[in-house]
């Protein structure tokens, strides 16, 4: 199976141990379901498994360590005992006496009776006089076979409507043919699946320092020159560009192959112009230029980061790139 240049970039930097939590899971998830991509990262752990003597080990200073203890709460000082305010007594107010009626003369509170008002007769209300006429009776039951009528005649369409569609649906011979339906032509697309396509030869390089450790990954597909840089550990300087650069000694001087992004991925097609002896041979280096890239077209420092190409996965034919 090939795979994108993404997926053998993603497979380097899980060997070199580059990526974070949630993209190494995501690895391991990738390797448990594909076999081929799982061995593709264990080709690329045989292949970079030098890289590890190539870095020194950085022991941490003690303070790490006290600034550890000091978040979770390990400290050596003591804590002070956590003292509780008291709480205040309560007073408890006796409730009010409750007042008492007096045998005597009665209860403070008793209204004397208000005199009974007298009803009011109200006046006799005066029945309407109906007068029924016969007239009304007659236009009403016209209005009644009327509403019927119309009542019949909508059913009736109705039910020849729901027959019509019945027989358009499930026998539409049996119609005639000014309301026989139509046939209906349905064109249905197939589509061909594209012929697999020959694994090409791949190539990465790692860009790193002085002091080791990659800063970019550089991937090179061997069949159609494009390449992609990843940013792995190159701390970015407010300002200033990242400039990558082809240096060989079959050309008079070094070719800018342009400006890497502030992406994590920047991809470039420029390659597509160089001899492949150049490509293979040539050393690829970044520098640090002013924002945009160098204004006139040459380094204007000194290289800060190097690396030459490894083929990583060989082609159908292992044949360098043409």
Known sequence: ?????????????????????????????????????????????????PLNQMVGLV????????NIK??????STPQAPL????????????????????PEFGSTFDPEPAPSPEPRRL???????????????TALTGRVKRWRGIASAATAIAAALLVTLGLQIYKPDALPNAIRPKPRIQTVEVKTPAPALTPSAQYVALLQGPNGGPAFIMTIDGATKNFTVRKVGAPSEPGKSFELWLISDKLPQPRSLG???????????????????VINGATYAVTVEQAGGSPNGQPTSAPIFTGKLIETVPGSSASPPR
């Open 83 to 102: 003292v509780l305010p008291e709480t205040p007594a309560t007073t408890v107010t006796p409730p009010p006496s409750p007042v008492t009626d007096d």
């Open 123 to 137: 006046p006799e209300a005066r029945r309407p006089r109906v007068i029924f006429d016969e007239r009304n009776v």
């Open 59 to 66: 022991e941490p200073r003690p303070v790490v360590w006290d």
């Open 1 to 49: 199976m090939a795979y994108s240049e993404d997926h053998i970039a993603l497979a380097a930097e899980y060997a070199l141990g580059t990526l974070d939590a949630e993209e190494r899971a995501q690895v391991e998830t990738m390797m448990a379901v594909d076999s081929e991509f799982a061995a593709l990262v264990q080709a690329w752990q045989f292949r970079l498994g």
């Open 70 to 75: 000091a978040a979770i709460g390990h400290t």
């Open 259 to 277: 400006v890497i992004g502030a992406d994590d991925f920047t991809a470039r097609p420029v390659l597509s112009g160089y001899d492949p002896d």
